[in-house]
């Protein structure tokens, strides 16, 4: 099975940044995509940054210019630089990545880290 420990998340004010990790632990043959989730209170999870296996990463417009999706295929980590931060970005982020194993080929989440923006 894999694992995945999410860290970074925590209290900012409007205007300041965070950086979230994703590390990726247990049995499995290769990481393919890693994606960056998030869910506000009352509203659906919504993808926020995909990091595919080979290209750039994709970003919803919202955060477009502010957010830096990146991984380190060495660490099995990725990581989601958040610069500029606004309140409406307060939300819970978690990871997504999918995992080549003995099982497959699966999706496994995150355990998600609270983001929380200050006006």
């Known amino acids: 099975q894999v694992q995945l420990v999410e860290s970074g998340g925590g209290l900012v004010q409007a205007g300041g940044s965070l950086r979230l990790s994703c590390a990726a632990s247990?049995?499995?043959?290769?990481?393919?995509?890693m994606d960056w989730y998030r869910q506000a209170p009352g509203k659906q999870r919504e993808l926020v940054a995909a990091?595919?296996?080979?290209?750039?990463?994709n970003y919803v417009d919202a955060v477009k210019g502010r957010f830096t999706a990146s991984r380190d295929l060495g660490k099995n980590t990725a990581y989601l630089q958040m610069n500029n931060l606004k309140p409406e970005d307060t939300a819970v982020y978690y990871c997504?990545?999918?995992?080549?194993?003995?099982?497959?080929?699966?999706?496994?989440w995150g355990q998600g880290t609270q983001v929380t923006v200050d006006p």
């Open positions: 990091i595919p296996t080979a290209g750039s990463p």
């Open positions: 997504n990545v999918d995992v080549w194993g003995t099982f497959g080929i699966r999706r496994f």
């Open positions: 247990g049995s499995f043959f290769r990481i393919n995509a």
